[in-house]
């Protein structure tokens, strides 16, 4: 390795958390943290410094010249729905750096938990590379106690914050309780922060809303026991954030219900 | 001065070198140099160039240390694959800042400019030279008090900041305007993250 390019160097140093056949993510550090906090008392200042790494690797039985446009239209796109959700107030996390050519995403390093294993039935998770054995047991008395949350509450929260990212027309694309973390604030309320933008798309359609939620409520179904209540919740809260424009999704989620996500029963 | 230190890039990009001045004296006479020292020839341009080979930055509209870092972290990346859009590593800089496209643009609005009083002056590949030798090439070139880096805030123009991106009329801004704390963290954030795409906003 004569000549490295500063991405793979950067991967190099960093942790892989979790690999995936689309991409792997990575914990890492861009640059050493400024001496101010370095000294300081950890004032809930966590290290700055600290990124995650989406790392969409090549892939090897595609074509290089499709291979590297994918990518790059990828790397971009996820960007870019960031940025858009920032700008309307969805809670996400920021942009630390881009490399489309190498196809790496840094983003915000969240501290917290997934949503998925603060609710009963989520512990388990099939991908982890890190071993959390010890987190797990230590979670079996009331992972959500330490947010100082109730589970109704934290579901209000995922539907306002779902609310806010479809009331400017961003889908999420992949709405599931591993997709939503809790982030613990200095005020007595934590954050819920949606991630993994990597399949989002704008949209303003009805259906693309509708099929959204649906997602999220197979998830629920699927992960979490006796999840109905919960997922009324959250379907309240987004309906008190959407305003008018909830009847019309309502009725179409009735009908995604009936039919399944995929509209086009042809082909 | 202060450090921004990269420790996984090759030891000519891990370091660059900040410098964050008030209360600038010479702005009109720098900004004069440096246009000078682009159009000088042969041997007096190098040494010219040379001592003004940093990216001089109008401190107003720069929300925090990692906003810089940032513009400064896409440059190097930018170059190292080839992929300046401007001339040089250090006006690269200015150009990530500038949420538009138009080099022009970008240098009028984050250089130095006859107006301009707080100063952030940048030395990317400086990383051999100690920063004692550093400190007095800087000072050799702006007149005016240097300042620990933390005092940033103090200068920062949020004003010009949202219109320069056009945040006034967003959600995110609107939600928090009774809190200016807040709604500083969230336009620090906003702007961070457009600096790190700007490589593909195009």
Known sequence: MVSQGPTSALLEKSTLISQGAEAAIYKASLALPPPSLATNEDTNHQDQSAVLIKYRFSKGYRHKTLDMTLTKTRVAGEARALIRCLRAGVNVPGVRMVDAAEGVLGIEWIEGKSVRRLLPGGAEEENEVLDEAQDVTEEEIDPLKDFGVSVDRMMTLIGTEIAKMHLVDIIHGDLTTSNMMLRPTTNSQPDLVLIDFGLSYQSALVEDKAVDLYVLERAFNSTHPDSEPMFQSVLDAYQAKMGKEWNAIKRRLDDVRLRGRKRSMVG | ?202
């Open chain 2, 1 to 202: 001065m202060d450090l921004f230190f990269f420790p996984h890039l090759a030891p000519d990009r891990a370091t660059t070198h900040v410098a964050l001045f008030r209360n600038v004296k010479n702005a009109a006479d720098l900004r004069k140099r440096i246009i000078n020292a682009a159009t000088m020839e042969g041997e007096a341009g190098e040494i010219a160039r040379e001592d003004v080979n940093f990216a001089f930055i109008d401190a107003r509209l720069i929300t925090s240390r990692l906003h810089l870092q940032t513009a400064v972290y896409q440059s190097i990346l930018a170059e190292a694959q080839n992929g300046l859009r401007t001339r040089t590593i250090h006006s690269e800089v200015l150009w990530n800042l500038n949420p538009t496209n138009n080099i022009t643009e970008a240098i009028r609005r984050y250089g130095v400019s006859d107006a301009t009083t707080s100063l952030l002056v940048v030395r990317i590949d400086g990383g051999t030279t100690p920063p004692i030798e550093m400190e007095s090439k800087v000072k050799k070139v702006v007149d005016g008090g240097l300042v620990p880096l933390s005092q940033l805030q103090e200068v920062t123009d949020w004003s010009t900041i949202k219109k320069y991106h056009k945040l006034t009329n967003e959600l995110s801004i609107k939600a928090v305007q009774e809190d200016p704390a807040t709604q500083f963290a969230i336009i620090d954030n906003i702007v961070t993250s457009t600096v790190a795409t700007k490589s593909v906003m195009a």
